[in-house]
């Protein structure tokens, strides 16, 4: 769920076209800010069931859309196997300081509409929490504790949450520009993204594909980092690496990175020097790109957002480029996707940075045959 609407498809056009994302947009009365919400006349999913639609707000349905999708795409439905052995894993939305907690966490929310019994857990991280969760959920499995994880986040904008952002000067009254010489902030953004996360035995079981495989995990927190900052380059790029050494790759091996840069000099740098830092000599090999250009950065729903957007790529063996993007920062060297190009796209590196410093990386490996 993104600016584009519902679903993967209209956001893949928007990221192969390079389409700047933003417009002027107030969630309730008050003057309008410059971001990407979910389009005023988008409909709901009608799997929504109707005695939980009369009660849940705007960003609590995005959640609940996104979350069916990914259990539709995945084949999954009543008999699908045991309430019991399926999970929710769920990424905390970004709030501003001092706006109410959520009354219902959407992870909650999820389960409950899906009739999971089995653990529901949500997971802080700002930024990174919808990636986190994916993370978490992939430990889970690895634990015997679940068989199915549904995992992601859902991100909406509020009055609080939009003033926030402008005060601290994260975001940008135009469109964005990551690792553009001229970035100046991101455009705050809705979303939702969702992922089924599942044992392999227990796809192949009921006859189901995986799309990838989540080859290695790098998760750090970073205590030294203040609560509205982010984590540098070493500790963006230790994490990179941890996701390599977790997976047994070396750097020549992964073909693509879908960056969390999203316009923000603090967070295109700390992630162009991290990346120059893990892959090295290597650094010109993978190419290099990122959604928020196209998409808006979704806070707390972004991690997702990528990882969805890096699973299309590698379905479609096609890299989408950085929208937004002309100049290169001096002395930041990468492999910058500059236009939608065919490529063979086997291993792909997802990264996320949040606020505080939660710091996450996942690698995925296509599936073959």
């Not at 859309?65 to 008999?79: K, P």
């Not at 980092?225 to 992964?254: D, F, K, T």
Request: one cysteine or more; proline letters at 5%; aromatic letters at 6%.
């Amino acid at each position: 769920m993104t600016r584009c609407g519902s679903g993967a498809a209209p956001a893949w056009d928007a990221l192969e076209a390079a389409a700047a994302a933003g417009a002027d947009w107030s969630p309730d009365d008050g003057s309008p800010r410059f971001c990407a919400s979910v389009p005023d006349d988008y409909r709901p999913n009608p799997g929504i069931p109707r005695n939980l639609a009369h009660f849940l707000d705007r960003a609590a349905i995005i959640a609940l859309d996104a979350a069916l999708q990914a259990i539709e795409h995945a084949g999954l439905g009543a008999g699908a196997g045991d309430a019991r052995r399926f999970a929710v894993v769920d990424g905390l939305p970004y709030r501003a300081p001092g706006q109410p907690a959520l009354f219902a966490p959407y992870g909650h929310l999820v389960a409950r509409a899906l009739g999971v019994r089995g653990s529901v857990s949500i997971v802080g991280g700002h930024e990174a929490g919808a990636l986190s969760a994916v993370a978490t959920a992939t430990r889970l499995l690895a634990s015997g504790a679940a068989d199915v994880v549904i995992a992601g986040g859902a991100q909406g904008l509020q009055r609080p949450l939009l003033d926030h952002v402008f005060e601290q000067n994260f975001a940008s009254d135009a469109p964005a520009r990551p690792f553009d010489a001229a970035h100046k902030g991101y455009v705050v953004a809705e979303g939702a993204a969702y992922m089924v996360v599942e044992r392999e035995a227990h796809a192949r079981e009921r006859g189901a594909r995986p799309l990838a495989h989540i080859a290695g995990i790098g998760e750090l927190f970073d205590s030294a980092v203040e609560p509205l900052e982010l984590s540098g380059a070493p500790e963006a790029g230790r994490a990179m690496q941890e996701a390599l050494a977790h997976a047994g790759y070396v750097q020549n091996q992964v073909d693509l990175v879908v960056s969390c840069a999203d316009g923000r000099p603090l967070s295109d740098f700390a992630e162009g020097y991290g990346l120059q830092r893990t892959f090295g000599r290597h650094a010109y090999f993978a190419g290099v790109t990122t959604v928020a250009g196209a998409l808006g950065f979704s806070l707390g729903a972004s991690g997702g957002v990528s990882l969805v957007a890096a699973l299309e790529a590698m379905q479609r063996q096609r890299s989408f480029p950085v929208a937004g993007f002309e100049t290169a920062e001096k002395d930041v060297e990468l492999n910058y996707v500059r236009a939608a190009k065919d490529e063979r796209l086997d291993t792909v590196l997802v990264t996320s940075l949040g606020l505080g410093g939660t710091d996450v990386s996942l690698l995925l490996e296509r599936v073959r045959g």
